[in-house]
């Protein structure tokens, strides 16, 4: 015995050096207080974009010997912050961005600290009770009936899945149904949604690209007719997608007929709108009119929200769909049972372990309230047209008027308008200033904006401006 407690003894004093005292506590959160501050102080000039790729093998991240935590700090800021997409700047306008408002990130921190676990209410009654609050807000926000279920997630990927999960389940498509059922989309979707229903067995499922009007949206006439056309051939079509501002322009559907088609047909009707979704609090509310009347509905927070990565919500009307779906439980699990099953996060999603990220919106929103969020939304709506009207004057081309806040661009020539444009993206990369992306629409290459971080104000337009004023010079003296 003597020799077990004296092994336990030395095992015991060197695990404690995981518990840091108070006092190195305090040094350590200035450190990471004045680097995060250093960081923030500094987006507004720093490149948004940096193409220059490392050796990996040379990268001191790869040494894992102990470190100070000045030395990790170093690490993280040359090999971390300063290499690739700089997403927490106002300057990311090039994918769906979202920016990291600070007050998440004391909510992850707290939540980090005090480890609270999200899962079921048995171990965090309080935790659990924040996400649900989350939740119930969506709900009222989209106007979805308050016996509907939802579940915080990860991003979009996994809250799509959860969505086409359950419309999978209450339509019964399994087994010799599969390849007879037929998925409706738009070729302008999301391609989560198609690695979603091949990770849930439904590669075989039928899915037909729906006709597209002038401005990329889902034309409704076909539609209908094509529903018709598979009901008359035997199939079996059992769900419909749309989107309320696609990844490439920014487009939303037709909710309102799309719906009445859905339920017409008796079609599980889901909409996508990670992406713009929460615009409905703004003036373009009208624009989002029927997506009250989906069975299922996915956002993301950490877009339209500005919260840091990952954080995507679902909403689904039919909770037994839900269940079927995802409750599962073992023995060991029975204490925590309780009657109400659907406000339990691991019984409506894939995850059992259930990080608490619920926090990282609920602080943020009892800290600042819904209006700086709302006016942040407006704002970027108006950079959009301004940044539409400056490019017309530069010369170029754009798209048709968006919903929301992504837009595109081309410069035209009389010849190799594709190779031009390459060219003018590339130099666009190599400066760095500002970070935008690129997209192919018709078999035209096409430049894509899209402004959504909080930290996105005109003068960052103006920078994106100047920027493609130079990019621009540049391409044509390498085409001459």
């Known amino acids: 015995m003597k020799d077990l407690i004296k092994k336990i003894k030395a095992f015991e004093n060197e695990s404690q050096t995981l518990e840091i005292p108070i006092a ?28 220059k790729t490392p050796n990996f093998d040379k990268l001191k991240i790869r040494d894992n010997s102990t470190k100070t935590l000045d030395d990790i700090l170093s690490i993280f800021k040359e090999e971390v912050n300063e290499l690739g997409l700089r997403a927490a700047s106002g300057g990311h306008v090039g994918y769906i961005p979202g920016g990291g408002i600070y007050a998440a990130a004391l909510g992850d921190f707290l939540a980090a600290v005090s480890n609270e676990y999200a899962g079921v209410s048995y ?7 924040i996400e649900n609050e989350v939740i119930t807000w969506l709900k009222k926000v989209f106007s979805f009936p308050e016996t509907a279920v939802g579940n915080l997630a990860s991003g979009g990927s996994i809250a799509n899945l959860i969505a086409l999960t359950a419309a999978r389940d209450k339509h019964k498509i399994k087994n010799e149904h599969i390849t007879k059922s037929v998925v409706y989309l738009s070729e302008q979707a999301h391609h989560c949604l198609k690695k979603a229903l091949r990770i849930i067995g439904l590669e075989d499922v039928i899915i037909r690209h729906l006709e597209l009007d002038e401005d990329y949206k889902i034309d409704t006439g076909t539609l209908n007719k094509q529903i018709e056309v598979d009901f008359s051939l035997g199939l079996h079509p059992f769900l419909i997608i749309a989107s309320a501002g696609t990844t490439d322009v920014g487009a939303i559907d037709p909710l ?26 703004t003036s373009k509310k009208e624009s989002f009119k029927g997506i009250e009347k989906a069975d299922s509905l996915v956002v993301d927070p950490h877009k339209g929200m ?39 996060p691991a019984n409506v999603s894939p995850e059992l372990t259930k990080h608490f990220r619920g926090l990282r919106m609920w602080l943020p929103l009892q800290l600042h309230g819904i209006k700086p969020f709302v006016a942040a939304l407006e704002e970027k709506l108006l950079l959009t047209t301004y940044f539409r009207k400056k490019l017309i004057a530069m010369g170029c081309k754009v798209g048709p008027k968006p919903d929301l806040s992504v837009s595109y661009f081309w410069y035209p020539t009389e010849k190799h308008q594709n190779d031009f444009n390459k060219k003018l993206m590339q130099n666009i990369h190599q400066d760095g200033s500002v ?11 096409v430049i894509r904006i899209a402004i959504l971080s909080f930290r996105t104000k005109r003068v960052t337009i103006d920078r994106a401006l100047e920027m493609i004023e130079r990019s621009l010079k540049q391409t044509l003296v390498d085409f001459e």
Not at 27 to 49: C, R, W
Not at 325 to 340: I, K, P
Request: proline share 3%; no cysteine; charged share 20%.
């Open 24 to 51: 190195q506590r305090g040094i350590l959160i200035e450190k990471v207080k004045q680097f995060t501050d250093d960081f923030i102080e500094a987006l507004p000039e720093a490149e948004s974009f940096n193409t």
């Open 123 to 129: 171990a965090s009654p309080g935790a659990v009770a």
């Open 256 to 281: 309102e007929k799309i719906a009445t088609i859905a339920k017409h047909h008796n079609l599980w009707y889901h909409i996508d709108a990670a992406y713009g979704g929460f615009f409905v609090l």
């Open 306 to 344: 500005f919260l840091p990565y990952g954080l995507g919500a679902v909403l689904i009307k039919d909770g037994e769909a839900v269940l079927h779906s995802h409750r599962s439980t073992g023995n060991y699990l029975q204490d925590a049972v309780t009657a109400d099953l659907a406000n339990e």
């Open 435 to 445: 970070f935008l992306s690129s997209t192919i629409l018709k078999g035209e290459f």
